[in-house]
């Protein structure tokens, strides 16, 4: 019998506490990419910061996973445009205690070994190896930034320590069409993982499902010792691209134990048969995933007290519906509208209003994502839109009626999703023209 078959044999006689697993795991967020297939919504902020479903931010969901699977050391890189990322990091996120040796830290590229930006995801791991060597984990948990789901990482962390892999990978499967955009992965019966390929041309399907194929969550448990040996092993390679994908998975697959998690089985809070992970990259996917919130019962539950998304607090006043006139009735149906929104003699429909929005005398709303702090004029018409934060609608303003006639202003998808922006209304609130 050889070691590994041992340490294996060992961790199934003496199954570990989760919760000595997640304690000595540090959690790692890679949160410093632009995101730019949702267009000019990154323009000014990284895409882990973008709102998402009427009042949190994107990051929000894998930060509150990680509070909630008990990993209470959490460290965020960031490192494009990070201002309102770090800015809802210091306000929201500062509640963990030192004392108990939890706590939250940013990241930034800071060119702490070479004097470059991150080169890639295992990169800006590599780039902070000292840090995390201070914190002396046992078990890292590397998580992307941008993905909307809700996962027990203490399951995933107890499948991990049960297989003695050296790495574990979250997965789920996807149609084959959609595949290309992924890490494709073949597993054999114990879900060890014998093949990885990174956006393939042609993804291999499931056995037995030519529809389908097993994709990567961009979600790595590693043991740390180990990890730290591949960073230095591949930061040494001129021929590298420095990525987990692209470079350090297909390398570990075949000399290495590598192990697949199945996303079913630590996935929270399941509704209506369906198991949920968006990645909302772009601006139809982020409208989709927002008019998803606004059903009867939507697959995502953010009513969960069980395993809530946690997020910055702001102090603003409930929500106001005012007029009740025949032709002028504040109201809205089929709706999530968030604190200190004043819908005043206007209509709303299947729409998600984030904070601080208002929408004048006369004017509807309908099958749209309104972004904190909009003023909407008075007669204005939206359909199918997405408004950036901060923007000022002019009064009279129709837009998602004519798509051609949207497009010489705005952004407008294949599927006739309308994005405005402050800029594109000749509101240039980052910058003096």
Not at 127 to 146: C, K
Not at 309 to 329: C, G, H, M, S
Not at 395 to 423: M, N, Q
């Amino acid at each position: 019998m050889s070691s590994q078959d041992e340490e294996l044999k060992k961790q199934k006689e003496y199954p570990r506490f989760v919760s000595l697993l997640t304690k000595n795991t540090v959690a790692l967020i890679l949160a410093g990419g632009r995101g730019s297939r949702l267009k000019h919504l990154t323009d000014w902020r990284a895409k882990p910061a973008v709102p998402f479903g009427g009042k949190f931010r994107i990051i929000d969901f894998p930060l509150s996973n990680c509070l909630n699977s008990g990993i209470r050391r959490i460290g965020v890189v960031t490192q494009y445009k990070a201002h309102s990322l770090i800015q809802h990091m210091q306000r929201g996120w500062g509640f963990l205690r030192g004392e108990f040796n939890e706590f939250i830290d940013l990241m930034p590229a800071q060119q702490r070994i070479e004097a470059e930006w991150y080169k890639g995801t295992a990169d800006a791991v590599f780039q902070n190896m000292d840090i995390l060597r201070h914190y002396a984990p046992e078990f890292l948990l590397i998580l992307a930034g941008d993905h909307i789901y809700k996962m027990d990482y203490g399951e995933m962390l107890a499948a991990h320590a049960a297989s003695a892999a050296d790495l574990t990978i979250a997965c789920l499967e996807v149609p084959i069409e959609d595949a290309q955009a992924f890490g494709v992965m073949s597993v054999d019966e114990y879900q060890r993982i014998v093949d990885f390929n990174e956006k393939p041309e042609h993804p291999t399907p499931i056995p037995g499902d030519p529809s389908r194929a097993m994709a990567s969550m961009g979600i790595y448990i590693f043991n740390a010792k180990f990890l730290y040996e591949q960073l230095i092993r591949d930061a040494d390679d001129p021929n590298s691209e420095h990525d987990f994908g692209k470079d350090i998975i297909p390398y570990l697959v075949s000399r290495y134990r590598v192990f697949a998690h199945r996303f079913s089985e630590s996935c929270v809070g399941v509704q209506n048969g369906a198991i949920y992970w968006r990645d909302v990259g772009t601006v139809e996917a982020y409208w989709e995933a927002n008019m998803e919130l606004a059903k009867i019962t939507p697959d995502l539950n953010l009513y969960d007290d069980k395993w809530p998304i946690w997020t910055y607090q702001e102090q603003l006043p409930p929500a106001k519906f005012v007029f009740d006139d025949e032709a002028r009735r504040g109201m809205a149906v089929d709706s999530m509208v968030s604190g200190g929104c004043i819908i005043s003699g206007a209509t709303v429909r299947r729409s998600v209003l984030f904070s601080n929005v208002r929408v004048n005398a006369y004017s509807e709303v309908t099958d749209s994502v309104i972004l904190p702090n909009v003023d909407i004029g008075r007669y204005a018409h939206l359909n199918r839109v997405v408004v950036d934060k901060g923007c000022r609608i002019p009064d009279g303003l129709e837009v998602g009626f004519d798509s051609a006639k949207d497009a010489e202003r705005f952004y407008v998808t294949e599927k006739g999703v309308t994005l405005i922006t402050p800029e594109m209304l000749g509101q240039y609130i980052h910058h003096v023209r």
